[in-house]
């Protein structure tokens, strides 16, 4: 393999979206457009998110483009382009590499996204980068900013199956759904159907869930200066989710992350229209709390009436 053989290998032959104008093979890749476009990148390095030891090559490019696509989905966009960076060890092989590349095409082919670039270089880690685009309506993207007192905070899908799922894979533990766990860590599927269902609805907050709803919820009140009360018996998990420990079902759903579910606020008025497009969209969602006048941004936790403070506890790098 060399980098024009690994190139020639992974190109797609034939491109989706109609605003492209040139996908891969000049120095750039050229698209048109006249909506607003929005624009992320997210870095995955081997041992650091993701490992050989839990995850077949697939399962890695899926994953990391789904947790891209998670981030489009969270500022309400349709999801469009992709490009790929990747820093590669001497000893993977080009089958590998394609496998990773089949598991971003699985998933890209559900959303017609097209692959129209990227980089290949040599390094001692395996590193991958993607920067994701889509599209959005003219200002509806959904900012973390967008949270009010009197909003109703929800989740969608069940929060902890990813960890879960990461650490029966580590542990190589038996338990009841092992499969179901294992696949929602390996397989996840961000909330594009909901994000963009919800464009009718004039304000939105939301906030995908990459780090643990501890961490988003504060980035949350922060970007909004605003109190949220999370109420932890309404956090919604899976029905066998109860046969893990206390603390780790307390520690996996708050801040185990990568459950690519979205955390947002709305009125309390167009709540109800939120639920039918969540039953249209089949998204399961719950109200888990609700948004409060802040003297101090913060977030709070109620258990059976008590209530304490969540600090942010998920991953963070550089600590
Ligand atoms: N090294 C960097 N240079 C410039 N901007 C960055 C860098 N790292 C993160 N950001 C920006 O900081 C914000 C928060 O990033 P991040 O915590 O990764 O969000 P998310 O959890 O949604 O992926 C984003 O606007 C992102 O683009
Ligand atoms: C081998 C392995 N170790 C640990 C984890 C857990 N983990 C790694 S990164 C991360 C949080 C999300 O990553 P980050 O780079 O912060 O993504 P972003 O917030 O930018 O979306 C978690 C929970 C994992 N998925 N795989
Ligand atoms: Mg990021
Ligand atoms: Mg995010
Ligand atoms: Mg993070």
Redesign the pocket.
């Known amino acids: 393999m060399d980098e024009f053989s690994f190139i020639n290998a992974i190109k797609p032959n034939t491109y989706n979206q109609p605003a492209l104008i040139k996908g891969i093979g000049d120095d750039a890749a050229v698209f048109r457009s006249t909506s607003d476009i929005v624009t992320?990148?997210?870095t995955f390095v081997e041992d650091i998110h993701f490992s050989l030891e839990t995850m077949a090559p697939f399962h890695i490019g899926y994953r990391i483009l789904a947790a891209n696509i998670s981030?489009l989905a969270?500022m309400g966009a349709e999801p469009a382009f992709y490009l790929v960076s990747m820093c590669i060890p001497k000893k993977w092989k080009q089958s590998a590499l394609e496998e990773i590349y089949q598991g971003m095409h699985e998933l890209a082919s559900m959303y017609q996204m097209d692959l129209i670039g990227g980089d290949t270089v040599s390094s001692e880690r395996l590193m991958i980068s993607i920067t994701a685009m889509g599209y959005v309506p003219e200002n509806k993207a959904r900012y973390r900013s967008h949270a009010e007192p009197n909003d109703i905070v929800f989740a969608t899908g069940t929060l902890g199956d990813s960890r879960a799922g990461l650490e029966i894979l580590l542990q190589g533990q038996e338990c009841k759904d092992k499969d179901y766990y294992i696949e929602r860590h390996r397989l996840p599927n961000p909330r594009v159907a909901l994000a963009s269902g919800l464009c009718e609805i004039d304000r939105v907050a939301l906030n995908?869930i990459?780090?643990g709803i501890s961490s988003e919820a504060n980035e949350i009140a922060e970007a909004s200066n605003v109190e949220l009360t999370i109420i932890e018996e309404k956090i919604p998990v899976s029905n066998s989710f109860q046969q893990f420990s206390k603390e780790q079902q307390y520690d996996w759903k708050l801040s185990g992350g990568e459950d690519f579910e979205l955390l947002g606020t709305v009125s309390e008025v167009h709540w109800p229209r939120v639920q039918e497009i969540a039953v249209q969209t089949d998204t399961p969602i719950q109200q888990i709390g609700y948004v409060r006048e802040a003297e101090e941004p913060c977030v709070l936790i109620q258990t059976h009436g008590e209530t304490k403070k969540l600090m942010k506890s998920g991953y963070t790098h550089l600590k």
């Open positions: 992320t990148v997210d981030d969270a995908d990459s780090d």
